[in-house]
C-alpha cells in the first residue's frame, strides 16, 4: 500500500475499553465500507461477551449506538450518493438500505431509553444486531460492487471523504495519519 492510499480507520474495542487503536487500510471506498461494518460487528460481539452483566451489556449497547451512528451517517451522506451518481439500476435497492438505516436508528432511540433489566431489553438488541447482519451483507452484496466499479481515483477519493467524516464524527482529526 502506497503513502497515498495508506489511511487507518478507528477500531472500537469493548465498550469501556481504552481509546479506540488506529488499524492502517486501504482507503479504497469499498474496504473502508467493509472495515466500517466489521468495526460495527465488534461491538455487537461485545455484547454478546457481556452476557450476565448489566452494567457491560449497557457499555456495549452505547458503543454500538456511537459505532451504528456513525456508520449510517457516512453511508447516508457519502456512499449511497456515490452509488446513486453512479448508476440509477439500484435505486430501489438503495431505498431499502435507507430504510434499514432508519430502523436501526429507530431501536436504538427505544434502547436509549431502556436499561438491561428492562423486559425485551435483550431481544430488542438481538433484533437490532439481525437487523444489522442483513443491512451488511446487502451492502456488500449490492453497494460494494457499485463502488468497486468507480476508478481507482474516485474510490480512493470516496474513501479518504470517508475516513474524514468518521473523524468529524467521532471528533477525532484524520490528517497526518
Given amino acids: 500500500m502506497s503513502q497515498a492510499t495508506a489511511a487507518a480507520i478507528p477500531r472500537a474495542g469493548p465498550a469501556g475499553a481504552p481509546a479506540p487503536t488506529l488499524v492502517p487500510v486501504d482507503v ?3 474496504r473502508v465500507l467493509v472495515a466500517l461494518h466489521d ?3 465488534r461491538q455487537f460481539d461485545a455484547y454478546e461477551a457481556a452476557e450476565g452483566s448489566h452494567a457491560r451489556q449497557h457499555r456495549a449497547v452505547h458503543a454500538i449506538a456511537r459505532a451504528l451512528a456513525t456508520h ?4 447516508d ?4 450518493p456515490a452509488v446513486r451518481a453512479r448508476t440509477g439500476r439500484h435505486d430501489g435497492e438503495t431505498e431499502r438500505q435507507l ?7 429507530l431501536l436504538l432511540v427505544e434502547l436509549g431509553g431502556m436499561i438491561p433489566a428492562d423486559r425485551g431489553y435483550d431481544a430488542k438488541v438481538r433484533v437490532l444486531t439481525q437487523v444489522f447482519r442483513q443491512h ?7 453497494v460494494v460492487p457499485e463502488l468497486r466499479r468507480l476508478d ?3 474510490r480512493e477519493l470516496l474513501g479518504l471523504q ?3 467524516r468518521v473523524g468529524q464524527l467521532e471528533g477525532r482529526p484524520r490528517r497526518g495519519w
Fill in 28 to 30: 479504497d471506498a469499498a
Fill in 39 to 41: 468495526r460495527v460487528e
Fill in 72 to 75: 449510517v451517517a457516512v453511508e
Fill in 77 to 80: 451522506e457519502l456512499v449511497y
Fill in 99 to 105: 430504510q434499514q438505516d432508519h430502523l436501526l436508528d
Fill in 136 to 142: 451488511a451483507r446487502d451492502a456488500e452484496a449490492l
Fill in 152 to 154: 481507482p481515483a474516485e
Fill in 162 to 164: 470517508v475516513l474524514e
